[in-house]
Nanobody, 128 residues
Framework: GFQLRESGGGSVQAGGSLTLSCTAS????????MGWYRQNSDNECDLIAS???????FYTDAVKGRFTITQDSAKTTVSLHMNSLNPEDTAAYYC??????????????????????WGQGTLVIISS
C-alpha cells in the first residue's frame, strides 16, 4: 500500500540548515497534497508547509522565508529545505499526504482518516 518514509532529521547548531525528505512508495492520484507537520509542546501537530501536485505551496508564518518545500518531477518525493534554524524549530517532523488540502492542525500526529497517510516522523534538534 501507499507509504511515506522520511529522512534527513538530525542535529545542527542554530543558524544552520537541514533538508528533510519524504518519499512515497508510489505515485498516487489520490494523494495530490503533500506536506510537513511538526509536533508542538502539547504533542499536537501543526502544518508548517505543503505543496500540491500543481505546485501550489503553503507555509505557516513561523517558517516563511526560512523553509522551502519542493517536489520532484515524479511527484513522489517532497523535500523541506530548512535554513536559519533556531532552537524553536526543535521538534519531531512528520510527512503527510492527502486527497485534499492538508489540515492546518492535528490533535495527534497521525492520519485522521482514510484519505491521508503519514510517515513515522523524524527528529530535528537545534542547539543554541
Amino acid at each position: 500500500g501507499f507509504q511515506l518514509r522520511e529522512s534527513g532529521g538530525g542535529s545542527v547548531q542554530a543558524g544552520g540548515s537541514l533538508t528533510l525528505s519524504c518519499t512515497a512508495s508510489e505515485y498516487s492520484l489520490d494523494r495530490p497534497y503533500m506536506g510537513w507537520y511538526r509536533q508542538n509542546s502539547d504533542n499536537e501537530c501543526d502544518l508548517i508547509a505543503s505543496i500540491s501536485s500543481d505546485g501550489d505551496t503553503f507555509y505557516t508564518d513561523a517558517v516563511k522565508g526560512r523553509f522551502t518545500i519542493t517536489q520532484d518531477s515524479a511527484k513522489t518525493t517532497v523535500s523541506l529545505h530548512m535554513n536559519s534554524l533556531n532552537p524553536e524549530d526543535t521538534a519531531a517532523y512528520y510527512c503527510a499526504a492527502g486527497r485534499g488540502r492538508l489540515h492546518l492542525w492535528h490533535l495527534h500526529c497521525e492520519a485522521s482518516g482514510i484519505h491521508e497517510d503519514w510517515g513515522q516522523g523524524t527528529l530535528v534538534i537545534i542547539s543554541s
